[in-house]
């Protein structure tokens, strides 16, 4: 049977560092909601904006599987690993943390911001060797429909992960309708609105809002607004 966890954009947590502004719908640092730990092996989904020339220093993680996505401006990664990159719109970056790895993030740019989004899943193994890897994918390709960008294969389109998880989006002209239909039975799905609005089984979600879907095989997206943009998250629900 199917069941709805709606989160509001406004019900987020929210943190102002000056140099970055930062939502978060799962807790996350000083913000703690005993009701939104995580859903599934979706652990943390953080809506940053980095102000020109800021970022975060070196800092670690392990046994994590991390993935950026940047909506906006250039973010410059540098990792234990020897990896030096650049990610803007269109890119996907996917970290395993696995044994333990050091990284930090800036925005590359004085005069402008970044925005992106940095998700944590939990994997399905632990102290697996670190890995990094960035794709380039053509946004083109989610206009009206949905677009993978994630998968647990490596041969699949989109960056792989140590999950069985799936994620996609999709931009959308107002009044186009599609099904999603759920790759590994078990898992659930997490909808986070980028931009415009949308209808999730008679559901309406607004900029910024999230809906959690439990027990479903399936379920029907209709844009409601032009160029409306949408994320979805496909995870497992045990962890």
Do not use: C
């Not at 502004?21 to 989904?45: D, E, K, M």
């Not at 409601?224 to 943009?229: H, I, V």
């Amino acid at each position: 049977m199917k069941s709805y966890e709606l989160h509001a954009a406004d019900s987020r947590g929210a943190a102002n560092h000056g140099w970055l502004q930062s939502y978060h719908t799962f807790s996350f640092a000083n913000y703690h909601n005993p009701s939104r730990i995580h859903f599934g092996a979706l652990r943390v989904l953080n809506d940053d904006t980095v102000s020109g020339g800021m970022g975060f220093g070196q800092h670690p993680h392990d046994n994590m599987e991390i993935i950026s996505i940047p909506l906006e401006g250039d973010l410059e990664h540098q990792d234990s690993m020897g990896n030096k990159a650049v990610i803007r719109h269109g890119d996907i970056q996917v970290m395993s943390a696995g044994t333990g790895i050091y990284h930090s993030e800036y925005n590359r740019n004085k005069d402008a911001t970044v925005k992106f989004l940095q998700i944590w899943v939990f994997p399905n193994k632990k102290n697996v060797t670190p890995r990094y890897d960035q794709i380039t994918l053509n946004v083109a390709d989610r206009h009206n429909q949905l677009q993978q960008i994630l998968s647990p294969n490596a041969e699949d389109a989109g960056v792989w992960i140590h999950q069985d998880a799936w994620f996609h989006m999709g931009k959308f002209d107002q009044g186009i309708e599609t099904n999603y239909a759920i790759k590994k039975a078990g898992n659930g799905i997490y909808a986070f609105v980028l931009s415009g609005s949308f209808e999730i089984d008679g559901q309406t979600l607004s900029p910024r809002d999230g809906l959690g879907i439990r027990g479903a095989e399936s379920f029907e997206l209709k844009a409601l607004t032009a160029d409306a943009e949408i994320l979805l998250m496909e995870v497992p629900m045990q962890i």
